[in-house]
T-cell receptor, first 113, second 113 residues
Framework: GDSVTQMEGPVTLSEEAFLTINCTYT??????LFWYVQYPGEGLQLLLK?????DKGSNKGFEATYRKETTSFHLEKGSVQVSDSAVYFC????????????FGTGTKLQVIP | EADIYQTPRYLVIGTGKKITLECSQT?????MYWYQQDPGMELHLIHY???????EKGDLSSESTVSRIRTEHFPLTLESARPSHTSQYLC????????????FGQGTRLTVV
């Protein structure tokens, strides 16, 4: 079945460090890919998305490129801030049919000053 | 800004009580979902709905039930709460096509004592 595998956490970085959170997927069709962020005590918010191969999603300094050849959608940010501390979820959604959203297990990021 | 609302945000209730968690969205989305989020952060789909009068069990077995009498409303009910039901419950909705993201409510943190 469809699945998303993302890098285990927690990830602890110093402020202004470079961030990469790895995400790979398995899907029977051509999914859209998403990164969601969850701040403490809150629901999930969409961070960025890409709907086809080679698309790059970007928002708030975060970027991820849809790589069909490696079935990956790694999240990157050049310089993290303390306010980026949160849990990040990679997800996919297939077109057609039920279109269920499949989530990865989440990666907790802690940024220290 | 997402227009999906969950109430209550926090609920502490005794064992054996009946509870209903409310979820409403004003975006006219056909598809709605309930997720249970464990302390390890992973999201588990417990119920979903394609539209009015449609409800399905999700990937994780749950003793809760749901109903979808109106497009905008997708309540979750526990007939007899137990401590094992203590968790965070997240409601979400999404549009028609696979390239659209799911929108999440802020969640209900349920504690059964």
């Amino acid at each position: 079945g469809d699945s998303v595998t993302q890098m285990e956490g927690p990830v602890t970085l110093s402020e202004e460090a470079f961030l990469t959170i790895n995400c790979t997927y398995t899907a029977t069709g051509y999914p859209s890919l998403f990164w969601y962020v969850q701040y403490p005590g809150e629901g999930l918010q969409l961070l960025l998305k890409a709907t086809k191969a080679d698309d790059k999603g970007s928002n708030k300094g975060f970027e991820a490129t849809y790589r069909k050849e490696t079935t990956s959608f790694h999240l990157e940010k050049g310089s993290v801030q303390v306010s980026d501390s949160a849990v990040y979820f990679c997800a996919l959604r297939l077109s057609g049919g039920y279109q269920k959203v499949t989530f990865g297990t989440g990666t907790k990021l802690q940024v220290i000053p | 800004e997402a227009d999906i609302y969950q109430t209550p945000r926090y609920l502490v209730i005794g064992t054996g009580k009946k509870i209903t968690l409310e979820c409403s969205q004003t975006m006219g989305h056909d598809k709605m979902y309930w997720y249970q989020q464990d302390p390890g952060m992973e999201l588990h789909l417990i119920h979903y709905s394609y539209g009015v009068n449609s409800t399905e069990k999700g990937d994780l077995s749950s003793e809760s039930t749901v109903s979808r009498i109106r497009t905008e409303h997708f309540p979750l009910t526990l007939e007899s709460a137990r401590p094992s039901h203590t968790s965070q419950y997240l409601c979400a909705s999404s549009g028609h096509t696979g390239d659209t993201e799911a929108f999440f409510g802020q969640g209900t943190r349920l504690t059964v004592v």
